[in-house]
């Protein structure tokens, strides 16, 4: 594939997330929030696959990012659910 077509469909991709993810109602964005968590994870995946591979530095480095940024949104991805999930439970009355 020439560089026109990943582009125009790394640029689809984007604005189908951006437009799938906002129009989630906050009762479904727990459920959601795992499906990212496991995409993320396919992610960092084929990325150290990627770092591993014989070939140029650049795709190292690129895999090395590639990590980073899967690994901060699987973190981030769990905090969110954890707080999300901490709305529903019962609060402990003092007293």
Known sequence: MD???ILSIFVL????GF???WSVTPALHTPLMAVTNAISSVIIVGALIASAAPGS???KYLGLIAVVFASVNIFGGFA???RML???????RKG
């Open 3 to 5: 560089f026109i077509s």
């Open 13 to 16: 991709a984007c604005f189908i």
């Open 19 to 21: 437009y799938v993810v």
């Open 57 to 59: 530095a650049t795709s």
């Open 80 to 82: 969110v659910t954890e």
């Open 86 to 92: 901490a709305m529903y439970k019962k609060k402990e």
